[in-house]
């Protein structure tokens, strides 16, 4: 099973989003759901699979840093 962070998308050009993951940046393909700059994304194997509401985001990311 894999978890999925989330991460802001900051950019899209040609078909890719540029996507913020608390400070790395990373590229992945926007072609399978509609994702606009601003939105925050899951992306698995280089593809963003969903996008998610802000709150929802955050709650995610408290989530995963409680497992350190």
Known sequence: ???AIPG???S???GKATIDFSGN???AY????????????LVHAGCVIQT???QEAEEI????????
């Open 25 to 27: 940046l990373v590229e």
């Open 61 to 68: 990311a408290e989530l995963m840093q409680g497992l350190d």
């Open 30 to 41: 926007v072609g399978l759901v509609k994702a606009n700059v601003g939105d925050y994304a």
């Open 8 to 10: 802001k998308i900051i």
């Open 12 to 14: 899209i050009e040609d």
């Open 1 to 3: 099973m894999c978890v």
């Open 52 to 54: 998610v509401k802000k």
